[in-house]
Structures are given as structure tokens and as C-alpha cells.
């Protein structure tokens, strides 16, 4: 490297993390690079702006987990449910939230949803389980309820877009389709990245770029990955969790529902199990029925109720030396999920649920395989000088929550350390 850095901070993703640590850096004058995989095209819940956002990555050979390619990361598709981030847990390793945690309640648009915004779905769901003597809890969402005046908006749930907005405001450069190859080294110290551009839709370019500080925030799953091709072989040697999960739906007849926060509530069976409120809002209710061939049950949205099941399992299968990831459930959890399953059907046959059917199971999200103190220390760089991630990948098997806001914390202290604030 000759020269120069261009950039004081090259942020790689810009989901939730991403756009934080981008959006913290450069209000502080840092000079902000941001490079994301997906494009900044218009978002939603239609069948086609779906299919265009979503890829998958395949955990054994019925399990997958899907992601987003697209500015704002997971937050294009995600529920929006707002689970606080374990602090005990992250102090425990050294990592103290507090202060940021305090500091995102009183920025983002954390709510408790008013009966008024639950839908009649979800609302017979709460009825049913209720009924049937199980504690059943709102959950906290990021949900602006100011945009919700006519009930449901796609656009009222908070999208990590508006923090890189804000980032850009600030002098951040975004520079999208960009597919960061792997992490340049010199002398044990991270100097920049090499990404491949996509100039047309089969045209593409290499290129290189340098900064002080490189952030890895491309997703629990993309980050391991990108480390490995960066020499770093220890990375998910401990294994990684996905947190299966699937959902059941019954149809009720008589029953006119509308549109619907999904995830708005639910309540936890034992350790790791968890039961909640899956209705979908109609277009992606159609979305999600097509994808499990159910192409009659797509039309059905209004007479439909369905309760998801999740278990948020421990460290276990492995990352491949050819950057696959592979996991075999334990039976302990395959238990646990017939457990789930069984809670799901009686809470909709309590509600009047005809024609009940369980959906494909589905991972949640990759996470864990970078371990505090092995692989990251405290301020969350890795044996590279200079090079630091923040994603899923770094949140412990311990901390069983929604990870978006403990994202938003962790970008925060992050940005402290990088950059403290005035």
C-alpha cells in the first residue's frame, strides 16, 4: 500500500450494524466508507421484491436460513420484534451495553403495540392460548406508531436504511453491489479490502480500496466466511447456532382478518423453546404459502391463524473448509420442537383452527461462531490489528434473543472505541 488511507473506516454491510457503526463514525467526522452486496432498490412485501431481496444459505439438507441482499441489511424482511440485548450476559465477557442501550431507547421507535394494532388473527391466538392457562406476552417492536394511523404499514417498522441515510448526510460514502472478496493484509494489520463491482448484470470489476479501521458487518453468516478467505482458520471452530423453527396455521372459519404486525407476541415453553403470534400480513402470508406450496392456502389469508415455533439451540455442526455450513440437529432440540408443535396445534384447535398444517422448518439466523476472547477481544477486534466485526457472528449461544437492537448496541460501542464521542 502506497499513500495515504482514502478512508478512516471501511464498514462492509449495512444491516443493522452496519449502518450504526457508519451512521456513529462518520457524525463524529470520520471518513466512512460503506460496502454492501445488495443494491438500494425499492423495498416491500410483494412476491416480486421479495424473490429479488432474499437469498438463503443451506445448514444441512433440509434446513436453510434466509438473509437480504439489500441497503439495510435483514431489516427488509425481518418481523421487527425488539428483544433488549442480554447485558449480563455481554458483561460477563467484558462488554458493557448499558450506556448504549440507554442511548438507542431514547433514538429508536421501541413500542408495546395497542390492542387497536393487533389484528383479529393474532388477537384470537392470544385468546386461545390464554384460554388454555399459557402466559402470553406482548413484545417490545420496532414500530413507528405515528405511521400507523390506518393500522399495519410496511414502512411504520424501523429499516436500518434511515441510519445510513443518516451516515451519508454526515459525508459516508455508499457504494452498493459491491461483494467484498476478501480483507488486505500487511504486517498482521488490516489496510483495506478488495470487492468485485457489479457494473452490468454479467459485467463486473475488481477493485481495491484502503482505510484505518475495517468493520466487518456482513451478516452472522457472510462474516466467518470472508475471515477464512482472509487467513483467519480458527474462525467457528466452536460450531454455530440457527435456531430452527417453523410455523402452524389452521384456517377459521367465519374469521375476517386484515393486516397484521407479525411476532407482536408470544411467550417462552422452557429454555430456548418459544411460542409466538405468526400472522403474516396478506402479502407476505401469500408470499410464505407459495414458497411451502400451499397455492390454494395462499388465497385464504383472512380466515387463517398461525402460531410459529422456534428453538433457540447451542454451538454445534461446523463451517466447512470449502465455506459451507453444516449441522445436524440434536435430538434433544428435535424434541423440543415437537414439544413446540404440539403447544402451536392445541393453541389453534382451541380457537376454532380447521385444516391445521405445519410449514417447512427454517433456521433463523447464523450466529455465534466468533467467540469472545479467542477470536474477538472486548472492543471486538480480531488478532488482525485493525480489523473488527460486528454481526450476528459475535453474539453468544447464551444471549437467546431477536438480535436487532443487541446489534444496534454492539455497532454503538463499537463506534465508542473507534471513535469517541465529543
Known amino acids: 500500500m502506497t499513500g495515504e488511507p482514502e478512508f478512516d473506516a471501511i464498514v462492509i454491510g449495512s444491516g443493522p450494524a452496519g449502518a ?16 454492501e452486496r445488495g443494491s438500494d432498490g425499492p423495498l416491500g412485501e410483494s412476491l416480486v421484491t421479495t424473490a429479488k431481496l432474499m437469498s438463503v444459505v443451506r445448514v444441512n439438507e433440509n434446513l436453510v436460513t434466509p438473509r437480504a441482499f439489500a441497503t439495510g441489511g435483514t431489516t427488509a424482511v425481518y418481523f421487527a420484534v425488539a428483544d433488549l440485548p442480554p447485558l449480563d450476559t455481554f458483561l460477563s465477557l467484558g462488554v458493557d ?27 384470537r391466538v392470544r385468546q386461545s392460548a390464554m384460554e388454555l ?60 479490502v478488495e470487492y468485485r463491482l457489479r457494473i452490468k448484470k454479467k459485467e463486473f470489476e475488481v477493485r481495491q480500496a484502503f482505510g484505518t479501521k475495517i468493520v466487518l458487518a456482513a451478516g452472522g453468516a457472510a462474516s466467518p466466511i470472508l475471515l477464512r478467505e482472509s487467513g483467519l482458520k480458527n474462525v467457528a471452530n466452536g460450531g454455530f447456532y440457527c435456531h430452527p423453527g417453523f410455523a402452524v396455521f389452521g384456517l377459521v372459519p367465519g374469521l375476517k382478518a386484515g393486516d397484521n404486525f407479525v411476532g407482536s407476541m408470544g411467550m417462552d415453553v ?5 411460542i409466538g403470534d405468526a400472522n403474516l400480513a396478506k402479502t407476505r402470508f401469500r408470499t410464505f404459502m407459495i414458497a411451502n406450496r400451499r397455492f390454494i392456502r395462499a388465497f385464504s389469508h383472512a380466515r387463517s391463524i398461525g402460531v410459529g415455533v422456534m428453538v433457540k439451540e447451542g454451538l454445534g455442526g461446523e463451517l466447512t473448509e470449502d465455506g459451507r455450513y453444516y449441522k445436524q440437529l440434536e435430538r434433544e432440540d428435535l424434541a423440543k420442537l415437537e414439544k413446540g408443535a404440539e403447544i402451536a396445534r392445541r393453541i389453534i384447535g382451541q380457537a376454532g383452527g380447521k385444516h391445521i398444517f405445519s410449514s417447512r422448518p427454517v433456521a433463523g439466523h447464523i450466529g455465534g461462531t466468533l467467540k469472545f476472547g479467542e477470536h474477538i477481544d472486548g472492543n471486538l477486534q480480531t488478532e488482525i490489528r485493525n480489523l473488527y466485526v460486528c454481526d450476528g457472528s459475535v453474539i453468544p449461544d447464551r444471549a437467546k434473543v431477536s438480535p436487532t437492537l443487541t446489534l444496534i448496541c454492539l455497532a454503538k460501542y463499537l463506534a465508542n472505541r473507534l471513535a469517541p464521542a465529543h
Not at 438507542?104 to 395497542?114: M, T, V
Not at 422452557?270 to 418459544?274: H, I, K, M, Q, W
Request: glycine share 10%; with cysteine; aromatic share 6%.
Open 97 to 123: 451495553l448499558s450506556r448504549e442501550l440507554e442511548e438507542a431507547q431514547r433514538e429508536l421507535p421501541l413500542s408495546i403495540l395497542p390492542d387497536e394494532l393487533i389484528g383479529a388473527q393474532a388477537q
Open 20 to 35: 450504526t457503526v457508519a451512521r456513529e463514525l462518520s457524525k463524529r467526522g470520520q471518513r466512512v466508507l460503506v460496502l
Open 270 to 274: 422452557e429454555d430456548g423453546v418459544g
Open 133 to 192: 392457562g399459557y402466559t402470553w406476552r406482548k413484545s417490545t417492536m420496532l414500530v413507528d406508531l405515528s405511521k400507523c394511523a390506518n393500522g399495519y404499514a410496511y414502512e411504520a417498522k424501523w429499516n436500518a436504511r434511515s441510519y445510513l441515510q443518516e451516515a451519508i448526510g454526515h459525508g459516508a460514502t455508499l457504494i452498493t453491489r459491491a461483494r467484498v472478496m476478501k480483507i488486505l493484509i500487511e504486517n498482521g494489520q488490516a489496510v483495506g
